[in-house]
């Protein structure tokens, strides 16, 4: 690597160490949930973390660069580091029962809705 390469991979490294971005998410409602769908490209399963805390839903997912055996990143333009996004679940919702799933760079939430939430039907009689 030559020094003026180095010294401009240093300077913005050091300027960039983490560059968050706000995910795309989608939110589907039906009678008995809600499902969160969020992209999270070129995040691994142990680069992500899902985490409620006060009725707050924290998402967080940092990108790994993969590069060849034996080479060495000397620049790069892509300044994401990593995905965060948080959202405050109403109290409808019973996260401690939610089911994450990643597949392909999508997360995919669902957190059911309490029972007291779900719609019910009620009977109406003829007097």
Same mark, same amino acid.
């Given at each position: 690597?030559?020094?003026?390469?180095?010294?401009?991979?240093?300077?913005?490294?050091?300027?960039?160490?983490?560059?968050?971005?706000?995910?795309?998410?989608?939110?589907?409602?039906?009678?008995?949930?809600? @499902?969160?769908?969020?992209?999270?490209?070129?995040?691994?399963?142990?680069?992500?973390?899902?985490?409620?805390?006060?009725?707050?839903? =924290?998402?967080?997912?940092?990108?790994?660069?993969?590069?060849?055996?034996?080479?060495?990143?000397?620049? /790069?333009?892509?300044?994401?580091?990593?995905?965060?996004?948080?959202?405050? @679940?109403?109290?409808?919702?019973?996260?401690? =029962?939610?089911?994450? @799933?990643?597949?392909?760079?999508?997360?995919? @939430?669902?957190?059911?809705?309490?029972? =007291? /939430?779900?719609?019910?039907?009620?009977?109406?009689?003829?007097?």
């Amino acid at each position: 690597m030559n020094e003026k390469s180095k010294q401009i991979s240093e300077s913005e490294s050091e300027e960039h160490s983490i560059a968050w971005v706000l995910p795309r998410v989608d939110v589907v409602e039906n009678d008995d949930s809600i @499902l969160l769908i969020a992209d999270l490209p070129g995040v691994a399963k142990d680069n992500l973390r899902v985490r409620v805390e006060n009725n707050t839903l =924290q998402i967080e997912g940092e990108l790994s660069i993969e590069t060849p055996k034996k080479m060495e990143l000397t620049y /790069a333009e892509m300044r994401v580091t990593g995905y965060r996004r948080h959202f405050t @679940l109403s109290r409808e919702l019973d996260a401690s =029962q939610m089911v994450a @799933l990643l597949k392909d760079g999508v997360l995919s @939430l669902t957190i059911p809705k309490t029972e =007291q /939430a779900k719609p019910r039907r009620i009977e109406v009689k003829v007097g």
